[in-house]
């Protein structure tokens, strides 16, 4: 199983509808979260770091729900410009490193 | 200012060759990372540096796959006696803390690496 999974999809979705994503950890050591973004041939780049208490940044908002170890992103609104793929990843205490899902591809719709 | 840069940005490989991949992090970062992104998945951490020591080379796959950050600057990861399903996208990060601090990592555009 792997530490990090999400619905590899893709999602085909209306331009200015809104979408969610949800990404599970395995990992109960896992501290840090975060989703990045990444265009088709191009390198991940954050989008959000993702806080208990959740966050919130414009038609994005992540969620972390540490009991139940897992992650979500709302995009609303949506435009063209947010098809990509997106990565969800953590990072576990004491390790430095980032650990990634598959990604989920989305694709707006005109 | 500037990102982190790989080069070559494309290689191709004959099955058995040795390659070498080169990152240029974003200057004064301390920490750098190797990742390998298969087509259709997330990147895999292969090995970190904190300026010139390497830490951590857990993910490296086979002792054919080396990495090295002599001045603590770039690095470059080598790897020997290519075999097809080393054919990956090499991804480079780097980030401005060391050990204890997590922050956004900077990844490079890549080597797309293909051996034949």
């Known amino acids: 199983r792997k530490e990090v999974e999400q619905d590899p999809g893709p999602f085909n979705v209306p331009e200015g509808a809104t979408v969610a994503f949800n990404c599970t950890y395995s990992?109960?050591?896992?501290?840090?979260f975060f989703w990045y973004r990444q265009d088709c041939r191009k390198e991940p780049k954050l989008l959000m770091s993702v806080y208990s208490s959740g966050n919130e940044d414009g038609r994005f908002t992540a969620q972390l729900n540490r009991a139940s170890q897992y992650i979500s992103l709302l995009i609303r609104d949506s435009k063209l410009s947010d098809s990509a793929t997106y990565l969800c990843v953590v990072n576990n205490f004491g390790n430095e490193k980032l650990t990634f899902g598959t990604g989920t591809r989305l694709t707006i719709i005109p | 200012g500037a990102g982190v840069s790989q080069s070559p940005r494309y290689k191709v490989a004959k099955r058995g060759q040795d390659v070498a991949l080169r990152c240029d992090p974003i200057s004064g970062h301390v920490s750098l990372f190797w990742y390998q992104q298969a087509l259709g998945q997330g990147p895999e951490f292969l090995t970190y540096?904190?300026?010139?020591?390497?830490?951590?080379k857990s993910g490296l796959p086979s002792d054919r796959f080396f990495a090295e950050r002599p001045e603590g600057s770039v690095s470059t990861l080598k790897i020997q006696r290519t075999q097809q399903e080393d054919s990956a996208v090499y991804l480079c990060a780097s980030s401005p803390l060391g050990r204890g601090g997590v922050n956004e990592q900077y990844f490079g555009p890549g080597t797309r690496l293909t051996v034949t």
């Open positions: 990992n109960s050591a896992s501290q840090s």
């Open positions: 540096f904190q300026n010139e020591a390497q830490l951590d």
